[in-house]
């Protein structure tokens, strides 16, 4: 009985802690993923913004050579999986791909589309409206960051530059960057937090456990061994003192034994009495004489009889 008890008990909380563990971790994760996303795509955009300042100068200079060797030498960096820039029309100018240089990108794709989804071409974009995330043709997730490079003052004012003060974008930079650390993070991430449920589930089972084994089933234990002990006969142990609620049931449980014992002593008692009197009655010496039984008797001297 004791066994199906706690199993009731335990079960339910084992159940509750579990499913508000489950949903606590999975908001959890939810919140710290688009954070962590987040700061990835402003570190790229960050760098992007970098390779646009790191290139200024070559333009300045319309030194393609020197692009070209920037270009490389930032590609070849471990998670960047392409470096370009193309002009205002699209056409791709210096790659990191060879085969791409000279081709037109598609303006309906997601890094494109920021920009060129109305009529007129939006001049500027937030940090996170640069961000998109896709996989390229080899497979890999990427986070790519399209930065436009601005025409400054010291771009339309430059003798070896034809762009007008009117043309306020001259091209774009697209950088992409591997997904694959951000995943790698999140999966650390996953693990830890299973775990971390795993313990809240045990540790949280475990007390609870603890907790009404010590208060609830283990006195419930010692008064059930009292009672059967109550119903065979022997009342001479008591139970010890309990806390709370468990006290109020203990005392009780032990008028009832009382009770039970005061009842069956007098039942006793009833019994000596009764066979006493059975055997008091069955002895042949105390059984009546027939003047006890009121038959009238004959006087000797004068013979007459008394009793008519």
Same mark, same amino acid.
């Given at each position: ?7 009731? #008990?335990?079960?339910? =909380? ?19 993923? %688009? ?47 392409? =470096? ?20 037109? =990108? ?93 313990? %809240?589930? %045990? ?9 009404? %084994? ?14 059967? #002990? ?41 019994? =000596? ?36």
């Amino acid at each position: 009985m004791i066994g199906g008890l706690a199993g009731k #008990a335990i079960i339910p =909380v084992a159940v509750t802690v579990t499913g508000f563990v489950i949903v606590c971790c999975i908001l959890l994760y939810s919140v710290m993923k %688009v954070d962590m996303t987040a700061n990835a795509e402003r570190q790229a955009t960050v760098l992007a913004g970098t390779v646009v300042k790191s290139t200024r100068y070559a333009m300045l200079q319309s030194d393609d050579e020197n692009l070209r060797d920037i270009i490389a030498n930032i590609s070849s960096q471990q998670g960047v999986e392409h =470096v370009r820039i193309f002009n205002k029309k699209g056409l791709i100018e210096f790659s990191s791909d060879q085969t791409e240089i000279k081709s037109f =990108v598609d303006k309906k794709t997601a890094g494109c589309i920021g920009c060129h989804s109305g009529p007129v071409p939006t001049a500027s974009l937030g940090e996170m409206e640069q961000a998109r995330q896709f996989v390229n043709a080899k497979g890999r997730a990427v986070i790519a960051i399209t930065a436009p490079i601005y025409n400054e003052p010291d771009c339309y004012n430059a003798a070896c530059h034809f762009h007008p003060p009117g043309q306020k974008v001259l091209g774009t930079l697209d950088i992409g960057l591997s997904r694959h650390p951000l995943q790698q993070s999140l999966a650390t991430m996953r693990g830890r937090m299973l775990i971390f449920s795993l313990m %809240v589930l %045990v540790l949280t089972v475990g007390g609870v456990s603890a907790l009404l %084994v010590r208060s609830i089933f283990g006195p419930m234990r010692m008064i059930k061994k009292f009672c059967d #002990a109550v119903c065979q006969g022997d009342c001479k142990h008591g139970l010890p003192p309990f806390d709370g609620q468990m006290e109020e049931l203990s005392d009780s449980v032990q008028k009832v034994a009382g009770e039970l014992k005061k009842s069956r002593i007098a039942l006793q008692e009833a019994e =000596v009495r009764l066979s006493a009197l059975s055997g008091h009655e069955a002895d042949p010496k105390n059984a009546p004489t027939n003047n006890e039984a009121g038959r009238p008797t004959e006087d000797p001297r004068t013979g007459n009889r008394h009793g008519d």
